[in-house]
């Protein structure tokens, strides 16, 4: 049974960090490249940071870049997500993504994870 399991949100002020993880199991997690989507209230799902299968590629929302950092664990299949200097525009329902590297159509989806930042 496949799963991505989120954790690590919750309130935080503005300026905090969190540091959020997706724990997959059910598949081959190192040939999977893995991001972190999000989606705000009343706005479209957007990708927030993605990672190479191996880790050694990374990419980023101009929004986040400078302040958010994505890594991934292939012998503990987790990915993280370690959010720095944050904002109220960064609240958001945080889901963490396993597609493929080579199947693009092969893809999970964890069930998501709030992140709220409000003083």
């Known amino acids: 049974q496949v799963q991505l399991v989120e954790s690590g949100g919750g309130l935080v002020q503005p300026g905090g960090s969190l540091r959020l993880s997706c724990a997959a199991s059910?598949?081959?997690?190192?040939?999977?490249?893995m991001s972190w989507y999000r989606q705000a209230p009343g706005k479209e799902r957007e990708l927030v940071a993605g990672i190479s299968d191996s880790g050694g590629r990374t990419n980023y929302a101009d929004s986040v870049k400078g302040r958010f950092t994505i890594s991934r664990d292939n012998a503990k299949n987790t990915v993280y997500l370690q959010m720095n200097s944050l904002k109220p525009e960064d609240t958001a329902v945080y889901y963490c993504n396993a597609r493929h590297r080579s199947i693009s159509v092969l893809e999970h989806w964890g069930q998501g994870t709030q992140v709220t930042v409000s003083s």
């Open positions: 059910g598949f081959t997690f190192s040939n999977f490249r």
